[in-house]
């Protein structure tokens, strides 16, 4: 009769074991489930971690990189074409002046004019022509010399960077008349197209006898 209970009880242990062991199972699975995400995502168990390095979206925002803005901003493109454009503008004007001349060149020339007769008539001066005529004249160069000038100076600013087509175009047109311009004036300043016209020599008239 003692057999038959200890065969009973033992049955009642196996029992017992076999309906622990389904908890045990789960409680394992949920026991691994931490130790495999560490696995995947995390530093292995007893590792080092560091607490200064960025961790997730954070590290991926760190070694994204901006992209560089190479590209001016429009405004300011807009704005340099437009000063590179009328800087063309003004250097074939100026071009164009030196060889056609100027109100200023014309009003110097007058006044020098001016002064040169109010020299003859205190005395001052002998020659009646290099003061009245030439004087002016080289005036009048000077002035046309120095609006060429200006134009050879700003057609080369304006080509010493990439610049649209058009605006190319009309700096080199404004340099060729700038240069013709410097050549037109120094020939007229030192009376390389035409000398200055000189009195003749007036010979000695007898007088006329009693």
């Excluded at 429009?74 to 030196?98: D, N």
């Excluded at 001066?125 to 005529?133: K, P, S, W």
Aim: net charge negative; glycine share 14%; charged share 20%.
């Amino acid at each position: 009769m003692d057999t038959t209970k200890t065969e009973a009880r033992t049955d009642d242990t196996k029992a017992a074991e076999a309906a622990e062991t389904p908890g045990t199972t789960e409680a394992t699975g949920t026991s691994e489930a931490p130790e495999a995400k560490k696995a995947d995502g995390g530093p292995a168990a007893g590792a080092a971690v560091d607490e200064d390095a960025p961790r997730g979206a954070d590290a991926a925002d760190e070694d994204r990189e901006e992209p560089e803005e190479d590209v001016p901003p429009a405004a300011a493109t807009a704005t340099g074409s437009v000063a590179s454009g009328a800087g063309a503008v003004v250097a074939a004007g100026l071009g164009l002046a030196s060889l056609t001349g100027t109100w200023m060149g014309t009003v110097l020339a007058e006044r020098q004019t001016l002064l040169g007769q109010i020299k003859l008539q205190t005395g001052k001066a002998t020659d009646q022509i290099g003061t009245v005529y030439g004087a002016p004249w080289h005036t009048h160069a000077l002035v046309n010399g120095l609006f060429a000038l200006l134009a050879v100076v700003v057609a080369g600013l304006v080509l010493t960077r990439t610049r649209p087509a058009w605006v190319r175009a009309v700096a080199w047109g404004g340099l060729a008349l700038g240069v013709l311009g410097i050549i037109v004036s120094a020939g007229m300043y030192f009376d390389l197209f035409a000398s200055l016209p000189t009195l003749p020599k007036s010979g000695g008239a007898g007088t006329p006898g009693s």
